[in-house]
């Protein structure tokens, strides 16, 4: 039982590259999110998909897409990385619904040159 | 829009000494409240978390509690020891969106 699982685990872009972050859950739950983590800003939430077939932007969405493959996959893509995108993403998923935690993966570190 | 705030950013305190962490939460609909570990370099872990029918929990040397009417929570850690630096996040559930604070780090002074 792997939990939630974020590929890769650490990527150097360049400025203008594009990329897909991977995150794979195998919980069977509903509901799943994407999250960056800078120093001092604690986790915001860039997407969430509360089942699959939806998703909703979170705070910070812009220049982001993201991807609800099926019920177990969510894909977080960067079509043109720009520095301020350096970072370090979280993918999360939860039992919909329910007053229930995340649980997350190890995250993927970011650099964007 | 939601908001979670969350004081303070740091936090020194002695071993043996206790620790208190404040959120406080924009949305009345928010009715699930977790509390997060996170050390260096790891992801966040689950520590306790309380529900909006319940006004105090407690696991060993941690408890929350949560006011409804003032819409905060808090975090109290007792008997503190070093295994308890970290950073410490709030978060709120808020229909299926949880919003968090931007963290407190916690350093127990020998």
């Known amino acids: 039982n792997a939990g939630v699982t974020q590929t890769p685990k650490f990527q150097v872009l360049k400025t203008g590259q594009s990329m897909t972050l991977q995150c794979a859950q195998d919980m069977n739950h509903n509901s799943m999110y994407w999250y960056r983590q800078d120093p001092g800003m604690g986790l915001r939430l860039i997407y969430y998909s509360a089942s699959e077939g939806t998703t909703d932007k979170g705070e910070v969405p812009n220049g982001y897409n993201v991807s609800r493959l099926n019920k177990r996959e969510f894909s977080l893509r960067l079509e043109s990385a720009a520095p301020s995108q350096t970072s370090v993403y979280f993918c999360a998923s939860r039992i919909l619904g329910g007053m229930e935690p995340q649980h997350f993966g190890d995250g993927t570190r970011l650099s964007i040159l | 829009g939601e908001n979670v705030e969350q004081h303070p950013s740091t936090l020194s305190v002695q071993e043996g000494d206790s620790a208190v962490i404040k959120c406080t939460y924009s949305?009345?609909?928010?009715?699930?409240f977790p509390w997060y570990k996170q050390e260096l370099g790891k992801r966040p872990q689950l520590i306790i978390d309380i529900r909006s029918n319940v006004g105090e929990k407690k696991d060993q040397r941690i408890a929350v509690t949560l006011n409804k009417t003032a819409k905060h929570f808090s975090l109290h850690i007792t008997e503190t020891q070093p295994e308890d630096s970290a950073v410490y996040f709030c978060a709120a559930l808020i229909y299926d969106k949880i919003i968090f604070g931007k963290g407190t780090r916690l350093h127990i002074l020998p």
């Open positions: 949305d009345s609909a928010s009715n699930y």
